[in-house]
């Protein structure tokens, strides 16, 4: 599976974004997808998370609420919409995949990583 993340940018503090994931590969709709982040100085960190089928989602406390993770197998795209986006939320924004059948994957059972794409929130 190759990914190739989209969508991030420059935002104000309370405004929206919307993340797109393009997979190429045959086992995209098998494979659970996420989001990570990673922030200048700090660890990269679960973002969301959606199963194989869309049947299930998972998000970090930090985002709950906020953030909606979608996927639409018929176009190999995975979706994260970010609302009420705060400066918090600034960092680089990765898409994972993995074919992995435990629900919730564990940070490191993802096997597949994309490029990042940068988010900036401004105060």
Do not use: H
Not at 73 to 98: R, W
């Amino acid at each position: 599976v190759q990914l190739q993340a989209s969508g991030g940018g420059l935002v104000q503090a309370g405004g929206s974004l919307r993340l797109s994931c393009a997979a190429s590969g045959r086992t995209f709709s098998s494979a659970s997808m996420g989001w990570f982040r990673q922030a200048p100085g700090k660890e990269r960190e679960f973002v969301a998370a959606i199963r194989w089928n869309g049947g299930s989602t998972d998000y970090s406390d930090s985002v709950k609420g906020r953030f909606t993770i979608s996927r639409d197998n018929a176009k190999n795209t995975v979706y994260l919409q970010m609302n009420s986006l705060k400066p918090g939320d600034t960092a680089v924004y990765y898409c994972a995949a993995t074919l992995v059948l435990a629900w919730p994957p564990l940070p490191y059972e993802y096997d597949y990583w994309g490029q990042g794409t940068q988010v900036t929130v401004s105060s």
